[in-house]
């Protein structure tokens, strides 16, 4: 499979009110594992195709020549995952957050027919990141996390427990998980003053569980410093990635924070 491609949708559903599914053709090759993430390159107004610099296999190249492109032509890149693939259709599903119409990306999403046409890039297996064999695990995150939660609940094996906390705009953005693990899930309602934050604070949670989090960066780095110090964790019990910032695009800078967080996964990685 090429790494870099064009992905065409070739159905839309409405999941929830504020979630759309987008199926695309699958690429030949595809192979999937859980919480597989990807980046969407999202065409400027006026391309019907997003452009994109042409792929000799050299990833930092590929970078290089997107970001020579001159930004009014070059597409929006954002990150998302890979909720299910289905061979026998040959298609994959992505779940997208309509979250509003300041991003291209949810923009897109929320107009998105058969049809039209993204870049991508990836996924690719440098981003694959098996969760550590584990009798129980704490998942958190927001509905940015669902693609990814739901894909991980469903390759956890039975006899495994999982306590998972997703934050969501209201009861109507529950979605049904499955899993053959044993799940308890508590949905929590912004529209009734719930959050993640003091919710994991709040809960009883098992004692060497694995933790995986993902969502709002700033609740991501609370939660984190909460297992850490107040729980005690390891910080090799936590996989933690924020998937987006309040108040900030994709194509801002990351802030000191954020370098910070990456360079403790790096230095968490090199550990393994
Ligand atoms: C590894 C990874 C996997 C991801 N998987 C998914 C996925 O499967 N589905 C999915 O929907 N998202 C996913 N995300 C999050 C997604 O990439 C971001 O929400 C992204 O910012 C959306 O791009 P945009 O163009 O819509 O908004 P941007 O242009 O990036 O931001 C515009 C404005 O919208 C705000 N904003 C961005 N996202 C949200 C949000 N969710 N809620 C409220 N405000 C927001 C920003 O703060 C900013 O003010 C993932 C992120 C990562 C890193």
Known sequence: MELVDL??????????????RV???????????PDQQLKLCFPRP?????????????????????????EDERPWMRSFTVRAHDPARAELDIDFVLHGTAGPAARWARTA???EVLGRYGPSTVYRQPLPTAASYVFAGDETALPAMGSLLESLP??????AFVEVHDPAEEQRLDSPAEVSLT?????????????????????????????????????????????????RAIDFTGYWRASLTQ????????LADANE????ARQD
């Open 7 to 20: 992905l065409a949708v070739t159905r839309v559903r409405t999941l929830t009110p504020r979630m759309r």
């Open 23 to 33: 199926s695309f053709a699958a690429p030949a090759g595809f192979e999937t594992w």
């Open 46 to 70: 006026g391309q019907p195709v997003p452009r994109l610099p042409v792929a000799d296999g050299d990833d930092m190249r590929w970078y290089r020549e997107f970001l020579a492109i001159p």
């Open 113 to 115: 027919e058969p049809g």
């Open 158 to 163: 039975a006899g495994v427990s999982v306590q």
């Open 187 to 235: 949905w929590l309602h912004r529209s009734r003053g719930e959050s993640l934050v003091p919710a994991v604070r709040a809960a009883e949670l098992p004692a060497a569980a694995h933790a995986w989090l993902a969502g709002e960066a700033g609740a991501v780095r609370s939660l984190r410093r909460h297992l850490v110090d107040d729980r005690g964790m390891a910080k």
């Open 251 to 258: 194509d801002d800078a990351p802030t000191d924070e954020d």
């Open 265 to 268: 996964r790096v230095a968490l």
